[in-house]
């Protein structure tokens, strides 16, 4: 009688192919797993950099409503002063300007925001009231790129107007001659900047460090230079800031603040 053979195969778990699926079934998890780990990771520094974008603008809100009183205050005063000297016209014609710009200056503080055209106006209107303020103490000019599309190009809301009054309240106000003169540039810049300049002939950086005052200008300065930060920090523009002295003139050098401005 013939043996009886048989082979006994292996289990399917030691099989090639099983092998081979499982191998791939594990490289598939993995690589699952790190893609959703790479997607919960993307997730959170997307939402932290909203987090952080959004305190930078509560920032910068905060710092704009510390700016309006200073704004306020001396406009206020030369109301005053006006009504001191019995001169109720001009006390009236004064509080009409004021009341028109900062009807628009809490317009504007609403929005992150404006057009050039808008910064334009505001800063006409401001410095008409400085002007009959300091009763003719300095003359003023504003200047436009005419490559410059001002009903379209935006900037951010209240950034110019600082140094303006910066430079009134602590280079121009000094100077009695009346020969003062401030004007303000805006250039257009490579195919997206805005160059701004403010340039002013008054007593200069280190003069103005001398007075006493000093320290009202240096914390305004640095509200602004907080939100210029803060403004980078959103990474939605790229501004460059440079404060310069104009000339060697020792009792009145003048100042010159360039802004530029580049979307990112």
Known sequence: KEPYTFQIKNPFWKTWWFTFISILILISGIL?????KADRSQREIEAEKALNTKISRFKIEALRSQMNPHFVFNALSSIQFYIQKNN?????QYLTMFGGLIRKYLDFSQVKSITIKDEIELLQDYLRLEE????????SEIIVDPRLDIHYS????????????NAINHGLQQRRDGKGIIWIEFK?????????SINDNGIGIENSKKNKSDYHKSHGMS?????????KESQELEIDLQINTVTNNSE???????????EL
């Open 32 to 36: 699952y797993y790190l893609k959703i």
């Open 88 to 92: 109720a016209q001009k006390a009236d």
């Open 252 to 262: 009145f050098p003048g100042t010159k603040i360039i802004i530029e401005i580049k």
């Open 154 to 165: 935006y900037i951010p809301t209240m950034l110019v107007q600082p140094y303006v009054e």
């Open 188 to 196: 257009k810049i490579y195919t997206d900047g805005l160059r701004i």
């Open 223 to 231: 509200n602004i230079m907080d939100r210029i930060s803060f403004l």
């Open 132 to 139: 009959m303020r300091f009763e003719s103490l300095f003359t």
